[in-house]
């Protein structure tokens, strides 16, 4: 054909204008084979043995991807069989070693292969092994490069699984360790109750932070008194059987009256006094707040590195939390604790705990740590938000209720039982009393080196109560706004 245009002839016998496409090359067939059965024996793993530099029993390599004829190794190299994808890291200990491509073979008299692989060449002309990750096995082979840290040798099991090596807890020698149990990541296994109490951030507080009369008041003076006053009782009674004069037993037993009232009245309402002692004290301002100063600062609560969870409502992120249960002990009835006694009130179960957090002054706006965390004093009048009566002979416990006993392992056989819960969410108002430091422009709020009194209060009948280590004051976070922060 006589035009300038390049044309060529199909298959068919069709002329078609352009010149004739080229020869694709045929992409690699991938394909998987079966792994046999070791039993137990590495050497009987075929390529799996290679993978480990462990000579295997006489089985040949199996090669997947279309072969014909029969190839043979030969010094021409006629055909060409290609390595081709990822190699599979040793620690996953897969077996599926596969060579795909085509095999095609050569002329009728010999049939080679070419093997084309990529990479430097060693001194007899070999390709040069490269492998990257953690290898398996004690010894590496001088041809061979290995990058990344090596894991102990894998015991000669058989056992083919999945992922790394490396997978899961490993114990001091860096050899896996043996866990038994459902197999799920360590932190799902951990109580977050019991991973909270044992962490060294939270403080765990105690009966003894409440407010107590009797370990406010001095037991020098309490035991003077009580020898005094068995002093004038016996001389009272004595001069009466005497000479029938009762005027020194009315005036010891008026006296006696007088003290036990001031000892009642300190007792039912000493706390509510140094509440309402806090609430009047007047706050300082951190801008002008000197390094060491005994201040007040009321402001808004921000959350720190470790936010608690209230026991019973789980609320989330909390700086403090305190769940109480108390039962009442009757005649029959069993004790609370040892020192339970008839007809009152004793405490049985108690998770009160504090972290560190962070208040914004009202007045200054400025933002201070305060330090209630790391095993802190802290002493909490906190305001509960939720108490609960419960009297299983009478009505039917709540299934809330029946659950956080059977947690606790604590049982309900018809007991009178109250539980009390309060607790300082993120967005509260607080008061707190500390310690202003100043370390590298961190401002923060820790406990004083020595408890401070708030002296008598003769108004109100009070003697003095001391106040150790940084004090908070929260009122029913339930009934107030909380403000976002």
Known sequence: MGSRFPSHQLSNGLYVSGRPEQPKERAPTMSSVAMPYTGGDIKKSGELGKMFDIPVDGSKSRKSGPITGAPSRTGSFGGAASHSGPIMPNAAARAA???????SSGGAGSVSLKKSNSGPL????????????PQSGGVTPSGRQNSGPIPPVLPTTGLITSGPISSGPLNSSGAPRKVSGPLESMGSMKNPASAVIHNQAVTVLSQDDDFSFRKNFPKLILWSLILLFVMGFIAGGFILGAVHNAILLIVVVVLFGAVASFFIWNTCFGRRAIMAYIAHYPDAELRNAKNGQFVKISGVVTCGNMPLESSFQRVPRCVYTSTSLYEYRGWESKAANPTHRRFSWGLRSLERRAVDFYISDF???????VKTGYGARVTPYVDDSLVIDANPGAEELSPDFLKWLGERNLSSDDRIMRMKEGYIKEGSTVSVMG???????VLM??????PMTTGCQWAKCIF????????????????????PV
């Open 445 to 450: 709020i820790v406990p004083p080196p020595e």
């Open 464 to 483: 003095p109560a001391s106040l150790e280590g940084i004090v908070l004051r929260c009122e029913d976070t339930s009934k107030n706004d909380v403000i």
């Open 435 to 441: 310690v202003v430091q100043r370390n590298d422009n």
């Open 97 to 103: 070693y596969t060579t795909s491509g085509v095999v």
């Open 363 to 369: 007045q200054s706006g400025l933002r201070a740590l």
């Open 122 to 133: 060693n001194k007899h002309g070999e390709p040069v092994k490269k492998s990257s990750g």
